[in-house]
């Protein structure tokens, strides 16, 4: 006796980017931040970032948009500003100093 079996397509297990699932792990656990400042991940962003110069080091600034998406900007800031005491009125200094045009019109929308 022979059975006749039927196949369903399964789909493809989604590519969840652990980075990004972080951030807005963060975000959720920090109600009313719109930025955050952290190390960034091994091969986060696609060319290498250089030297940082003498005495920094490259931190990623995380901002918040209004629909839930994120941008995230590399940044030589000193060594010794830790990331978690970084509070949101100094990140928006530091983003508006060093963000494309384009990414401040993305913030601007909000």
Do not use: C, Y
């Not at 951030?23 to 930025?35: I, L, P, S």
């Not at 952290?38 to 490259?58: I, N, V």
């Amino acid at each position: 006796m022979v059975r006749t079996l039927k196949a369903k397509l399964a789909a493809p297990p989604s590519k969840i980017d652990p980075v990004a699932k972080a951030d807005q792990d963060w975000f959720d656990a920090h109600e009313g931040r719109a930025f955050r400042l952290r190390d960034p991940a091994p091969l986060e962003f696609r060319d290498p970032l250089g030297e940082p110069g003498e005495g920094f080091s490259w931190r990623v600034l995380v901002a918040k948009l209004a629909d839930g998406n994120r941008l995230r900007l590399p940044v030589s800031l000193a060594w010794d500003l830790h990331n978690d005491h970084a509070k949101d009125v100094h990140l928006r200094t530091i983003f508006d100093q060093v963000a494309p045009e384009k990414a401040k019109a993305m913030l601007a929308k909000g």
